[in-house]
């Protein structure tokens, strides 16, 4: 074999040796890296091995690294059922809780932009008060109107009955139809009372964060006065 041709099979066998010592080398490193002392809680006492039990998979543990020997990670317990449950219900309730709070800052927004003034805020307020009030009067008197036919119609029984005569079946349904729908009407009327009570409240709340919005960079926001929206009454 002529001695170029020896000198280039040389050389490459050192090239191959090379780079098969420099890939083991890796490997070694790699699987050194990679191997782990696993210390956890075990009837009150610490235990540590270099592989982690089926007893502990879902135990809390300390990961160290065999080659450097410092805490290369740590692994909490596994939650239980009743733990998950509670964090997914706690989820939810935070992500509800988050959307709540984008809904009421675009609805502050959308009320900063659509009043320029308080006065426009209030005036807009005005309008369902006013509204609210009618609503009010008209059921006030349809529950003055019901109780006072309701009076009439027991009076009248009363008299058939101490004139010895007997009340007929369909004042008895009257009756008793009367003032089921009396009962029904007192109940929206005070449905209605709360939500004008609600709206007054609403207001100063709005007017207060309108403050809040329109108030300058390092300004307080004035004192909201209790001032409510004009009423019918």
């Known amino acids: 074999m002529p ?9 490459i066998a050192i090239g191959l040796a090379a780079l098969a010592g420099s890939g083991g080398l890796h490997a070694q490193t790699k699987t050194g890296a990679q191997k782990k002392i ?14 982690l039990p089926a007893n502990a998979a879902d135990s809390a543990r ?9 805490q290369t990670g740590q692994v909490a317990r596994a939650l239980t059922d009743a733990e998950r449950t509670a964090a997914a219900l706690a989820a939810e309730t935070a992500s509800k809780q988050a959307e709540a709070d984008a809904m009421a800052q675009r609805r502050d927004l959308a009320m900063v932009e659509s009043y320029m003034t308080e006065a426009d805020l209030r005036r807009a307020y005005g309008e369902r008060t006013e509204l609210l009030d009618e609503t009010l009067k008209a059921s006030t008197l349809g ?3 019901l109780r006072l036919s309701l009076l009439a119609l027991l009076r009248q029984a009363s008299d058939r009955e101490m004139a010895g005569e007997v009340v007929p079946k369909s004042m008895t349904n009257t009756i008793r139809g009367q003032h089921d729908e009396l009962l029904r ?7 209605q009372k709360k939500d004008r009570a609600a709206l007054d409240a609403d207001l ?22 209790g001032a409510s929206a004009p009423s019918s009454n």
Request: hydrophobic letters at 40%.
């Open 204 to 225: 100063q709340d709005a007017v207060a964060r309108y403050r809040a919005l329109k108030a300058a960079p390092g300004e307080s926001p004035v004192a909201t006065t």
């Open 62 to 70: 300390t990961e160290i690294s065999t080659k450097s020997g410092m």
């Open 185 to 191: 009407q007192q109940q929206i009327l005070v449905a």
């Open 38 to 51: 696993y210390c956890w809680n075990e009837g009150g006492s610490k235990v540590c091995g270099d592989a």
């Open 143 to 145: 529950v003055t109107n």
């Open 3 to 11: 001695y170029s041709n020896r000198i280039l099979i040389a050389a």
